[in-house]
T-cell receptor
Framework: ETGVTQSPTHLIKTRGQQVTLRCSSQ?????VSWYQQALGQGPQFIFQ???????GRGNFPPRFSGLQFPNYSSELNVNALELDDSALYLC????????????FGPGTRLTVT | KQEVTQIPAALSVPEGENLVLNCSFT??????LQWFRQDPGKGLTSLLL?????REQTSGRLNASLDKSSGRSTLYIAASQPGDSATYLC??????????FGTGTRLLVSP
C-alpha cells in the first residue's frame, strides 16, 4: 500500500509568482485536505476535496485554489505569492468524510523571496 | 470557534522517564482527536486516533486518553528514549475532517 506522496519536496519562488503543489492520496482514499504550517506553528486548514468537489475551506484568500482528479490526487495552486506564504504545505488523505484517521504526506517546503 | 492548546510548549527529560503531554480544546463537540509526531522539517506521523465515544487508545509505549466533557486529552509516553525526541501535535476533528491543531510540544529526550 502506497502512502501519501507530495511533490516537489522544496520550492523557491519570487513574490508575485504562481505555484502548483501536488499530492497523491493513499490507495483507497477519496478525501484530500491541504494544510499550511508556518515555522513554529501548528498546521492550519486550507481546504478539503471530496470526490473532486471542494468540501470546506479555511480562512485563506481566493488566491489559494485547488483541484482533485478522478484518481483522487490533488493540486494546490497559489497565485500572486506573498512573503507570508513561505511555509510547509501538508496534504492529508482519508477514506471518507466521517471520523476517519487522516494520513499526512511529507510536505512541500515553499520559500517565497 | 475551536481552539486547541498544548502544554508544555517544550519539555526536556532524561532517557527512561515516563512523561505526560497535555492537550485542551474549547468545543467538546468533536468527532475524534488525533495525536501526531513531527520530526524537524518533516510531515506528520499519526500516533493514535481516539474516537469521541472512546476514553483511551494504546499503541506500544504510548497511551492517549480523552475526556470530552472537560475538553482534555493526554498523551502518556512510557520509558522515554532519545528516538522519541520530536514535536508532538494534537488535533481535533469537529466534522468533515477539518483538523484544528495545537502548536505542539517539543520533546527532547537526552541519553
Amino acid at each position: 500500500e502506497t502512502g501519501v506522496t507530495q511533490s516537489p519536496t522544496h520550492l523557491i519562488k519570487t513574490r508575485g509568482q504562481q505555484v502548483t503543489l501536488r499530492c497523491s492520496s493513499q490507495s483507497g482514499h477519496n478525501t484530500v485536505s491541504w494544510y499550511q504550517q508556518a515555522l513554529g506553528q501548528g498546521p492550519q486548514f486550507i481546504f478539503q476535496y471530496y470526490r473532486e468537489e471542494e468540501n470546506g475551506r479555511g480562512n485563506f484568500p481566493p488566491r489559494f485554489s485547488g483541484l482533485q482528479f478522478p484518481n483522487y490526487s490533488s493540486e494546490l495552486n497559489v497565485n500572486a505569492l506573498e512573503l507570508d506564504d513561505s511555509a510547509l504545505y501538508l496534504c492529508a488523505s482519508s477514506a471518507g468524510q466521517a471520523s476517519y484517521e487522516q494520513y499526512f504526506g511529507p510536505g512541500t517546503r515553499l520559500t517565497v523571496t | 470557534k475551536q481552539e486547541v492548546t498544548q502544554i508544555p510548549a517544550a519539555l526536556s527529560v532524561p532517557e527512561g522517564e515516563n512523561l505526560v503531554l497535555n492537550c485542551s480544546f474549547t468545543d467538546s463537540a468533536i468527532y475524534n482527536l488525533q495525536w501526531f509526531r513531527q520530526d524537524p522539517g518533516k510531515g506528520l506521523t499519526s500516533l493514535l486516533l481516539i474516537q469521541s465515544s472512546q476514553r483511551e487508545q494504546t499503541s506500544g509505549r504510548l497511551n492517549a486518553s480523552l475526556d470530552k466533557s472537560s475538553g482534555r486529552s493526554t498523551l502518556y509516553i512510557a520509558a522515554s528514549q532519545p528516538g522519541d525526541s520530536a514535536t508532538y501535535l494534537c488535533a481535533v476533528n469537529n466534522g468533515f475532517q477539518k483538523l484544528v491543531f495545537g502548536t505542539g510540544t517539543r520533546l527532547l529526550v537526552s541519553p
